[in-house]
């Protein structure tokens, strides 16, 4: 009889609990997904910054090809 008490206390601690981890799980989830979201944003920032080098490079060199042309 003593475990089946125990039991049924853990039962009705769990399913009063549920609702809060359910919660719980959710906000966790919308928080990762707003870390990927940002660190994905920056990466994309930095590709766009490397992009913008490597044209600026090209122009730079187009431009000395010109220059040295009689």
Do not use: W
Not at 9 to 17: A, K, S, W, Y
Not at 35 to 55: F, G, M, T, W
Request: proline share 3%.
């Amino acid at each position: 009889m003593g475990s089946g008490g125990l039991g049924s206390i853990i039962t009705v601690v769990f399913t009063n609990l549920k609702p809060f981890l359910i919660l719980a799980l959710l906000l966790l989830t919308i928080r990762q997904i707003l870390k990927n979201r940002k660190k994905r944003k920056e990466q994309e920032e930095d590709n766009d910054d490397a992009l913008l080098e490597e044209y600026q490079d090209i122009v730079f060199e187009e431009d000395n090809k010109e220059d040295d042309k009689p």
